[in-house]
């Protein structure tokens, strides 16, 4: 069976997790972690960073920061995973759904402002696919209102919008390098800040709520409990296997773009005779090759593409279930029908791409891909 994901593992991993135990300190905030630190702030441009030990508690480090009120409301699309609505709705944040477009999983700018009401304080945005989401829109609208943007990122390394890094728009985001992104850790994130008011709470939030890390700047004589706070910080270990990524992020990206360009080429006549359609790079957009997709005219004919290429070795997945008809959330969602996002929910289907996958694979994903369409 063709692996719909292989975790990317490229040499020196194992040789700096080894550097690590040697030095004697595994906790967090070590020389790996700091090393990533820097490379994002410079690679980027963030006012500061921050490892997590996963995209999701950089999410909830956003609502902290963000400082929800019970009945808070965060606008946000339904087409994403749980964690970016969990997060929110942790703080007791009422969520406000807003529908993808009709060609693309992103939520539409514009459909955020009817959205908006007094209660409203943060717009959230995913840039499904590494895909961008018209970021100059949405910051405008937010600037109009006096509203938050948090990009949930977790997609986005290395794909960006009008030529600026996607997760460095808004005044906060989040990454995630899981084991099904394009860099990973196995399990690991990092929340970027962009407005420098968060700088200070975020290095507490992150400490357990202490002051511990200005501590060992020598900024203040003692360290104690001063907010609220969890155990954002991941290990050593994590950010050094974080750290022999980082240092092939090209080489990495090259062969996920070549995969997705092959993908492109080859099942571009399918979609031009109305079989399928494939992703949509928005305007101004650069993606990252994170997710190869296809949308197809309905669940059934998505149900046997998928049984399908399972026959023939091939593992493909769907993604996300509307979070607003979730067993969960469906109670409280205000009950406005999101129609494009349940089609992508019914409709859409991910084909392997990842760092390991060989040439002849990807050939046998393409030839079982026609193969169902055509000789139907
Ligand atoms: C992967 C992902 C997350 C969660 O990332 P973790 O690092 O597993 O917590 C959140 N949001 C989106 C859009 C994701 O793709």
Same mark, same amino acid.
């Given at each position: 069976?063709? &692996? ?12 700096? #997790? ?44 956003? &609502? ?7 009945? *808070? ?11 970016? /609505?969990?997060?929110? #709705? ?22 955020? /402002? ?80 962009? *407005? ?29 409990? #001063? ?11 994590? &950010? ?73 070795? #091939? ?47 990807? /050939? ?13």
């Amino acid at each position: 069976m063709i &692996a719909f994901n292989v975790p990317a593992v490229t040499g020196h991993e194992l040789a700096y #997790v080894q550097k690590a135990i040697g030095k004697h300190k595994l906790s967090g905030n070590g020389e790996y972690t700091k090393a990533c630190h820097r490379f994002f702030e410079e690679r980027y441009g963030f006012t500061k960073c921050l490892l997590t030990t996963s995209c999701t508690d950089a999410l909830e480090m956003c &609502a902290l920061l963000l400082d929800l009120q019970p009945d *808070d409301e965060v606008i946000m699309p339904s087409y994403t995973f749980v964690s970016t /609505a969990n997060a929110f #709705v942790l703080r007791g944040a009422k969520l406000v759904f807003a529908d993808s477009h009709e060609n693309h999983p992103n939520l539409q700018a514009e459909a955020i /402002a009817p959205l908006i009401t007094p209660r409203t304080k943060a717009i959230v945005v995913v840039h499904y696919a590494g895909m961008a989401c018209a970021m100059d829109q949405i910051m405008a609208l937010a600037e109009q209102h006096g509203l938050y943007v948090v990009e949930d990122a977790a997609q986005a390394i290395e794909a960006s919008y009008q030529g600026r890094q996607l997760g460095t728009w808004g005044h906060l985001s989040a990454f995630s390098f899981h084991e099904t992104k394009n860099i990973n850790c196995g399990e690991g994130g990092l929340l970027g800040i962009n *407005d420098p008011r968060f700088v200070a709470r975020a290095e507490i939030l992150w400490e357990k709520g202490t002051n511990r890390s200005a501590f060992f700047r020598g900024e203040t004589d003692k360290y104690g409990w #001063v907010d609220l706070g969890s155990s954002f910080l991941p290990s050593e270990l994590n &950010a050094a296997f974080l750290w022999a990524q980082l240092e092939q992020l090209d080489t990495i990206q090259n062969k996920r773009h070549a995969v997705w360009q092959y993908y492109w080429q080859a099942l571009s006549p399918l979609a031009a005779q109305g079989y399928c359609q494939l992703p949509l790079v928005p305007p101004h957009a650069t993606h990252n090759a994170h997710i190869f997709y296809l949308v197809l005219p309905d669940l059934d004919t998505r149900t046997a593409l998928i049984r399908h290429l399972a026959q023939q070795g #091939v593992h493909a997945t769907f993604h996300y279930l509307s979070l607003h008809t979730s067993q969960f959330y469906r109670d409280q969602h205000d009950g406005r029908p999101l129609p494009h996002c349940d089609h992508f929910s019914d409709c859409l289907v991910r084909l392997p791409l990842h760092f390991h996958l060989s040439e002849a694979d990807q /050939a046998q994903v393409v030839a079982a891909v026609q193969s169902f369409f055509l000789s139907a």
